[in-house]
C-alpha cells in the first residue's frame, strides 16, 4: 500500500470538449440542431462498414493543450477501442487512447505555488448523451440522443496531489484559464466535467469514484459530502468497498452506482480502422509558435514590466479578456491606476450585474477615456465609479458625458472653501466632537461638503480645507 502524507487524496479526471466545427471522426457539426439524434451520421452512429477519419483541428487543440501543461509529447497518435455494453455507444466501444496518450508528466501550478502532477492527456469521443426522465435512480426507462456521440474530447488525468476539495476547485480554475487562452474550449456551451477519485486515511485510502460533476462549486460540494460520508461510514465500522457513484447536485448526495471496473476490464484494442499519426518536431515546432502568452507569463510580465503587485497581476491574467485590456490600458494610462481600476472597480460592477467580460460592450477605449480623466483629476474616484457603472450597461462617449451631466471635480479653492463653511457652520457638533478627540466626527463634515459639491469634490482637498478651517 503506497504511503501517504495527507488525510485525503484526490485525484481528478477532467473531460473538456474541443471547440472544433465537426466532430473527432466524420464531418457531422458538432453544433446546430438541438432536435434529438439530427446531427449524426452512419460514423458517429458506429453502422458497419463506416470508416473513421481523424480531425487535423481537434489534433491541434489536444496537442496545444499538452504543450501549454508541459506534458512530453508522444511521437505517435494511436487510438483504441474502450469495449464496453451501454446504450450510449452504438457500436458498443469508444475510440479513445489507452496504451500511449498523446502528451504525459506534465503539470499544473496552483495559486499557492503547489505543482499538481497530470499523468497523461488523451484524446477521445464524446458518447450520446442519455436522459433520465425522472432521474438517474428513479427513471423506469433512459431516452439517447446521439448529436453529441463523436464529438472531440480530451481527458486530464492528473496523480493523486490534491488533498482538499479546495485544491480540486482551484486546479479546475487554473485549467479553464488555460484552455480560455489557448482557444481551444468554448466557455458558453462546451461541455466540461469531473470524474473525481477520493479516499480518506480512515478506510486506509479505499478509492472510490464519483463520474460525472459538472462545474467548480459542484465538484468541491460533491468532494466535502464524500469526506464527510466516507468518515462517518468508518466511524461506524462500516467496511468502505471500492466502488462507483453518482453525484445528486439537487440531493446535494452521492449515490452507489455500481463496483469499480479496472481499466483492464475495458479490454482495450488498438483501433485498425484508424492509422497511426506522426507527431513530427516540425509539427510541434509550428504549434508552439502559434500559442499564445499563458496566463503564468502575462504576470511575470505584468509584475517586471508594469511594476503592479502580484496579486494583481494573478487577477489580471487570470482572464484573457482582462489581461489583454490592461495591457492596452497601460500603454496610455499609469499601470498601477489601471490594474487597480480593472482588478478592483471593473471586476466589481461585472459581478453585480451577473456578467462575464465577454458578455458586455465596454472595451478598452472606454476605459482608457475614464481613467485618464481619473489620473488627471478632471473628475472624482466616486464620479468614475458611478460612470463605470453605466457604461457596463450600455457604453457611451465618456468625454461628452462628463461635459453634458457637468461633472468635471470641483477644483476652484474659493468654491471649496464656500462650501467647506458652509458645513462647518451647519454641523457644530461634529466640529465639537472633532475637537474633543473624536476623529472620526471630521467625515461627517467631509460627507456634507461632498453632498454641496454633488460628488465633484476631492475627498483629500476637502479634509486640508476643513482642518485648516477648524484650527
Same mark, same amino acid.
Given at each position: 500500500?503506497?504511503?501517504?502524507?495527507?488525510?485525503?487524496?484526490?485525484?481528478?479526471?477532467?473531460?473538456?470538449?474541443?471547440?472544433?466545427?465537426?466532430?473527432?471522426?466524420?464531418?457531422?457539426?458538432?453544433?446546430?440542431?438541438?432536435?434529438?439524434?439530427?446531427?449524426?451520421?452512419?460514423?458517429?452512429?458506429?453502422?458497419?462498414?463506416?470508416?473513421?477519419?481523424?480531425?487535423?483541428?481537434?489534433?491541434?487543440?489536444?496537442?496545444?493543450?499538452?504543450?501549454?501543461?508541459?506534458?512530453?509529447?508522444?511521437?505517435?497518435?494511436?487510438?483504441?477501442?474502450?469495449?464496453?455494453?451501454?446504450?450510449?455507444?452504438?457500436?458498443?466501444?469508444?475510440?479513445?487512447?489507452?496504451?500511449?496518450?498523446?502528451?504525459?508528466?506534465?503539470?499544473?501550478?496552483?495559486?499557492?505555488?503547489?505543482?499538481?502532477?497530470?499523468?497523461?492527456?488523451?484524446?477521445?469521443?464524446?458518447?450520446?448523451?442519455?436522459?433520465?426522465?425522472?432521474?438517474?435512480?428513479?427513471?423506469?426507462?433512459?431516452?439517447?440522443?446521439?448529436?453529441?456521440?463523436?464529438?472531440?474530447?480530451?481527458?486530464?488525468?492528473?496523480?493523486?496531489?490534491?488533498?482538499?476539495?479546495?485544491?480540486?476547485?482551484?486546479?479546475?480554475?487554473?485549467?479553464?484559464?488555460?484552455?480560455?487562452?489557448?482557444?481551444?474550449?468554448?466557455?458558453?456551451?462546451?461541455?466540461?466535467?469531473?470524474?473525481?477519485?477520493?479516499?480518506?486515511?480512515?478506510?486506509?485510502?479505499?478509492?472510490?469514484?464519483?463520474?460525472?460533476?459538472?462545474?467548480?462549486?459542484?465538484?468541491?460540494?460533491?468532494?466535502?459530502?464524500?469526506?464527510?460520508?466516507?468518515?462517518?461510514?468508518?466511524?461506524?465500522?462500516?467496511?468502505?468497498?471500492?466502488?462507483?457513484?453518482?453525484?445528486?447536485?439537487?440531493?446535494?448526495?452521492?449515490?452507489?452506482?455500481?463496483?469499480?471496473?479496472?481499466?483492464?476490464?475495458?479490454?482495450?484494442?488498438?483501433?485498425?480502422?484508424?492509422?497511426?499519426?506522426?507527431?513530427?518536431?516540425?509539427?510541434?515546432? *509550428?504549434? !508552439? &509558435?502559434?500559442?499564445?502568452?499563458? /496566463?503564468?507569463?502575462?504576470?511575470? @510580465?505584468?509584475? +517586471? %514590466?508594469?511594476?503592479?503587485?502580484?496579486?494583481?497581476?494573478?487577477?489580471?491574467?487570470?482572464?484573457?479578456?482582462?489581461?489583454?485590456?490592461?495591457?492596452?490600458?497601460?500603454?496610455?494610462?499609469?499601470?498601477?491606476?489601471?490594474?487597480?481600476?480593472?482588478?478592483?472597480?471593473?471586476?466589481?460592477?461585472?459581478?453585480?450585474?451577473?456578467?462575464?467580460?465577454?458578455?458586455?460592450?465596454?472595451?478598452?477605449?472606454?476605459?482608457?477615456?475614464?481613467?485618464?480623466?481619473? *489620473?488627471? !483629476? &478632471?473628475?472624482?474616484?466616486?464620479? /468614475?465609479?458611478?460612470?463605470?457603472? @453605466?457604461?457596463? +450597461? %450600455?457604453?457611451?462617449?465618456?468625454?461628452?458625458?462628463?461635459?453634458?451631466?457637468?461633472?468635471?471635480?470641483?477644483?476652484?479653492?474659493?468654491?471649496?472653501?464656500?462650501?467647506?463653511?458652509?458645513?462647518?457652520?451647519?454641523?457644530?457638533?461634529?466640529?465639537?466632537?472633532?475637537?474633543?478627540?473624536?476623529?472620526?466626527?471630521?467625515?461627517?463634515?467631509?460627507?456634507?461638503?461632498?453632498?454641496?459639491?454633488?460628488?465633484?469634490?476631492?475627498?483629500?482637498?476637502?479634509? *486640508?480645507?476643513?482642518?485648516?478651517?477648524?484650527?
Amino acid at each position: 500500500m503506497e504511503k501517504f502524507a495527507s488525510e485525503i487524496i484526490i485525484g481528478l479526471e477532467v473531460h473538456v470538449e474541443l471547440d472544433t466545427k465537426t466532430k473527432l471522426f466524420c464531418s457531422c457539426p458538432t453544433k446546430g440542431s438541438e432536435e434529438p439524434n439530427t446531427r449524426t451520421c452512419v460514423v458517429c452512429l458506429g453502422m458497419p462498414g463506416s470508416k473513421p477519419v481523424l480531425n487535423r483541428k481537434a489534433v491541434e487543440f489536444a496537442l496545444k493543450l499538452c504543450l501549454a501543461l508541459n506534458c512530453k509529447i508522444s511521437p505517435e497518435l494511436i487510438f483504441s477501442r474502450k469495449s464496453y455494453f451501454y446504450p450510449d455507444m452504438a457500436k458498443n466501444y469508444q475510440i479513445s487512447q489507452y496504451e500511449i496518450p498523446l502528451g504525459t508528466n506534465g503539470k499544473l501550478k496552483l495559486k499557492d505555488g503547489k505543482e499538481i502532477c497530470i499523468t497523461r492527456v488523451h484524446m477521445e469521443e464524446d458518447p450520446a448523451s442519455l436522459i433520465h426522465p425522472s432521474g438517474l435512480k428513479e427513471s423506469q426507462y433512459v431516452l439517447v440522443d446521439y448529436n453529441r456521440s463523436g464529438n472531440p474530447l480530451v481527458e486530464i488525468v492528473t496523480k493523486p496531489d490534491l488533498n482538499s476539495p479546495d485544491e480540486a476547485r482551484d486546479f479546475m480554475k487554473k485549467l479553464i484559464t488555460v484552455l480560455n487562452y489557448l482557444e481551444i474550449f468554448d466557455i458558453n456551451s462546451g461541455i466540461i466535467k469531473a470524474d473525481a477519485n477520493i479516499s480518506i486515511e480512515e478506510s486506509n485510502y479505499t478509492r472510490i469514484e464519483i463520474k460525472n460533476i459538472t462545474g467548480f462549486k459542484e465538484i468541491e460540494r460533491a468532494l466535502f459530502y464524500e469526506v464527510e460520508r466516507q468518515k462517518n461510514e468508518t466511524k461506524s465500522h462500516k467496511k468502505i468497498e471500492q466502488e462507483t457513484r453518482a453525484w445528486d447536485s439537487e440531493r446535494g448526495i452521492t449515490f452507489s452506482l455500481r463496483k469499480k471496473e479496472t481499466e483492464e476490464d475495458y479490454g482495450y484494442i488498438i483501433d485498425t480502422d484508424l492509422t497511426i499519426v506522426e507527431i513530427t518536431d516540425k509539427l510541434i515546432s *509550428e504549434t !508552439k &509558435k502559434s500559442m499564445p502568452e499563458l /496566463a503564468h507569463d502575462k504576470v511575470k @510580465k505584468f509584475i +517586471e %514590466n508594469h511594476k503592479i503587485k502580484k496579486e494583481d497581476a494573478e487577477i489580471l491574467a487570470a482572464e484573457k479578456g482582462l489581461a489583454e485590456m490592461f495591457e492596452k490600458v497601460a500603454e496610455e494610462v499609469d499601470p498601477v491606476l489601471a490594474a487597480k481600476w480593472l482588478r478592483r472597480e471593473l471586476v466589481r460592477v461585472l459581478n453585480y450585474n451577473k456578467k462575464e467580460l465577454h458578455e458586455v460592450k465596454i472595451d478598452e477605449k472606454h476605459m482608457i477615456d475614464l481613467l485618464k480623466l481619473v *489620473e488627471n !483629476k &478632471k473628475i472624482t474616484d466616486n464620479v /468614475a465609479a458611478k460612470i463605470l457603472e @453605466k457604461l457596463v +450597461e %450600455n457604453p457611451f462617449d465618456v468625454n461628452e458625458y462628463v461635459k453634458k451631466e457637468s461633472l468635471e471635480a470641483v477644483s476652484d479653492v474659493s468654491e471649496l472653501e464656500k462650501y467647506c463653511k458652509e458645513s462647518i457652520a451647519e454641523n457644530p457638533k461634529a466640529v465639537e466632537d472633532y475637537k474633543k478627540g473624536e476623529a472620526k466626527a471630521l467625515n461627517f463634515i467631509v460627507g456634507a461638503v461632498m453632498r454641496k459639491s454633488k460628488g465633484k469634490a476631492t475627498p483629500k482637498e476637502v479634509n *486640508e480645507i476643513i482642518l485648516k478651517l477648524i484650527k
